[in-house]
């Protein structure tokens, strides 16, 4: 195969720059594929950010249908918008809340048995209890000894 035979690719000819100033809108473009049919294509660059923003579907030059979804920018939106709401909710639970006295506990405390002030009553206390735990092993020991008839 001689030089003659090969066609010629170069970029330099005239005729190739008016084509191509045909084409060019001053638009990027962003390729994509089709999912279903892996056709690729080009659309304009705003356009496919719009499409990504908003999820609207939209189709391929071989008319199978292409979505992105909820874009992250709207679900933020959406979060944002359900948490304002719960706030609203709850600030106004609050202030219905706030305007009146609390309820009152079903529960009462319980009375003490005994109401100790100072060191002295503490001690007089503890000298009863001993007092008491005395005479308690004291009993224990004389019916011990009247059952066993142990009298030592």
Not at 13 to 27: F, H, K, N, P, S
Not at 55 to 73: Q, T, V
Not at 104 to 132: C, H, M, N, Q
Request: hydrophobic letters at 40%.
């Amino acid at each position: 195969m001689s030089d003659e035979d090969i066609p010629d690719t170069d970029d330099d000819d005239e005729e190739d720059d008016e084509e191509d100033d045909d084409l060019d809108t001053g638009t990027p473009h962003d390729c994509v594929s089709c999912n279903e049919c892996g056709v690729e294509f080009c659309v304009p660059h705003p356009w496919h950010v719009a499409r990504l923003a908003d999820g609207r579907i939209w189709y391929c030059p071989n008319g199978h249908a292409i979505h992105y979804g909820e874009s992250p920018l709207a679900q933020a939106r959406r979060d944002l918008a359900a948490s304002k709401g719960e706030r609203e909710r709850l600030e106004a639970e609050l202030e219905a809340v706030a305007g009146r006295p609390m309820p009152e506990s079903p529960f009462k405390p319980a009375e003490p048995l005994i109401v100790i002030e100072g060191w002295e009553e503490v001690w007089a206390w503890l000298g009863i209890g001993v007092a008491a735990l005395g005479m308690a092993v004291l009993v224990a020991m004389l019916v011990h000894a009247a059952v066993t008839g142990n009298w030592k």
